[in-house]
């Protein structure tokens, strides 16, 4: 009977997976690329930027050899601004040694954990490494009908992972297939129907589907609130400053500049998420002709917008709303 639930469901995904630009040449480069863009990143928001990252780093050596701020510029807007980071780090340690070939060589890099060290031996190697992220945790639980701790969840996969290997099933064909049955089928919402694994699924014999996986604990925000300054001169350029904290790395509208002497045109309040922080921006629009800081620079508002400039999400909502209302601002 399990040999039956492997084949099927490896059979389904061979037929039904999503085309992804990762799948296509799954090498330890695209797949490591890839999987950390996955982070807490959905996955039809990461195709865009995968597509356009491998096509201005199209291997390890054109990453690890460029700047810094050329990496966040292809990054920006992707959010978790570490994952860039550390993802140009680690590609300056695997250009000079050669990329790893087994889990535990891979974690010892700048922001690999477990999950995505397994990935890529997994995915790219093809070999018997268990994967296990939130879809994988509903559909092993449904399958067994069975509140299980995530160390249990793992431990399942694990024997699932060897038993398709010795029986000719490939390791990355089966994690995938998992993965894949969680995230468009076995959902919050399951169309069972559709299942191709329904025959041997406990929680839906005992249509008890839905209570499984149990709750997740109930995320607890932290609310945090911050005052920009966006200087606008007659030209239409705004000032920015290299970001800290959150965006570092990244262009970001000043904090703290003198602008008291200076015609306020406009104040917007914007919303947004990083980890556990629930940001509220506001952001206070000034006619400025005044001198700044020499750690500030003036750029062309189009260049917040366009992707020449490495500006996060935060700077690009505000400088989209600038240029829509140009004229609202006396701009060119």
Known sequence: MMRNMQDSLAT??????RVLP??????????WISEVMLQQTQVDRVVGYFQAFMERFPCVADLAHADEEDVMQRWAGLGYYRRARQLHAAAKIIAASGFPDDVASWRALPGIGPYTAGAIVSLALNQPVPLVDVNVVRVVSRLMAKHLSLNEVWDQ??????????????PRIWNQALMELGALICTSNPQCERCPVQAFCAAMQNQTQLIYPAPAKKK???????????????DGNVVVEKASQWRRGLWDLPQDIDV??????YTCTTKHTVTRH???????????QGAIPEAMKRVPLQACLDGSLAAGSALRKVAGMLFKEKALFGLQ
């Open 260 to 265: 008291q002497r200076e015609r306020l045109l």
């Open 278 to 288: 629930r940001i509220i921006r506001i952001t206070k629009v000034y006619r400025y």
């Open 220 to 234: 607890i925000w932290k609310d945090v609130a911050e005052i920009v300054y966006c200087l606008v001169d007659d």
């Open 22 to 31: 990762w799948r296509q040449s799954p090498d330890s480069y695209r797949v």
């Open 12 to 17: 389904w995904f061979q037929r039904h997976a």
């Open 157 to 170: 996969a694990g024997i699932w992972i060897l038993e398709v290997w010795g029986k000719g099933i490939e």
